[in-house]
């Protein structure tokens, strides 16, 4: 976990080893007054672009200390005495002590990801499937409710659909496209948060943050925004009114299929005291830590990551490993460049494809004349992503054979990575399914999904254009 304020109390100790950023505790103890600093304004800061931030952000190494981020490869954390560790325990004292809770490696590329995002406290875990379990169950258990967009990655839309579900928790799923009275109408007495992609995987939808947020605020609860695709490079929700962003960094942060893992991020500006009712977890005491109440002890900036830290990683574990996040990190140092070069290279497949007698439909939003386009142009004015959604004339078997023609293109059940990948839901994950099911799925037979990698764009269209070649 990171968390600024506790950072800030340990500035004359920046660096590794433990207890460089103190445990959950500090920020009550590090000003005196319960009320968390926020980190430091961007635009005052000499790091203040994105880009900086991607190279120097989270790690600050003390005089004497290694460049490069330390892999802090240990379970657990020596100390002096019994007692000492006991204020550990009881969150009366700032420091590591299992690395289940909390890895230093960990909080500083957590650190980094709360400056790219503008939030003030973050949290690494084991994967984006993690990350958005968590930032959901933090807020919302058994007989509460939450509002999706139906445009959702499937992995999300399963776990909030079934899994979830068998756990009491309902949700009603809406389009990104619905009216403002649908979305009035999906809300609920115990509807807890609203939860969106900005840009959607695989249907490339953009969410119009701010009109959701607005809705979500003007029923007392936060808007959850799954920022995957777009990237801090390309968009901060925060900035448009999300109040947490999740992200499985498997994907464009990490860029190199090197290491599954996910992240959860807070703003620092939902008023979870305003709503008390809705947020007992937060907002009331928790017996396992005698009592305590996490938005009086760490305020609005730290309450809902501490909770989750100290709470949910602490029983469920999903914890993301120091060697990931440090593979992680070093993905991190080079996004704003490659998220350059995804976009670039997308857009000209993109209108390639479009251009292309033997595609069906192209679906970027970054491409003018696409449904989403006005909204990518206020949301993601430099780019999107590099994920284009395309089919081919002739339906599934035209689109298999298309698929196996490729050479540059590798078929893999991945995506946002530095390498061209592509796959085609029918004859893959989506195999089961009859044409019918697909459909209602929202998967055409022909749909085929390509990540555009940051190749020569001239080797992948021609790629592409061989294989349209043999169909
Ligand atoms: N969110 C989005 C938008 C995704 O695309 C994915 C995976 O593809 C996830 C979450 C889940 O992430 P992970 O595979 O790291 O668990």
New binding site residues.
Partial sequence: MFFPASRMEAKEERGMPPPGIPFFVSCAQGNGDNVPVAYPCLKEDPMSHIETLCVQGGYQPANGEPRQLPIIQSTTFKYESSQEMAMLFNLEKSGYFYSRLQNPTCDNVAAKIAQLEGGTAAMLTG????A?FLAVFNICTNGGHLICASEI?G??YNLFAHTMKNMGIETTFVSVDCTDEELQAAFRPNTRLVFG?TLS?PSLSVLDIERFAAAAHRNGVPLIV?N??ATPVNCRPFEWGADIVTH?T??YMDGHGAA???VVVDSGKFDWTAHADKFPGLTTPDNTYHGLVYAERFGLGGAYITKMVAQLMRDLGCVQSPQSAFILNLGLESLHLRMERHCGNAVRVAQFLKDHPKTSFVKYPSLPGDAHYELARKYLPHGSCGVVSFGVNGGRDAAERFMGSLRRCIIATH?SDARTCVLHPASTTHRQMEDGELSEAGIRPDFIRLSVGIENVEDLIGDLDQAFAKL
């Fill in positions: 994967s984006g499937q993690a958005s990655y992995g999300t992609e995987n799954d995957t695709f499985s498997t994907k599954v893992g996910g995506v």
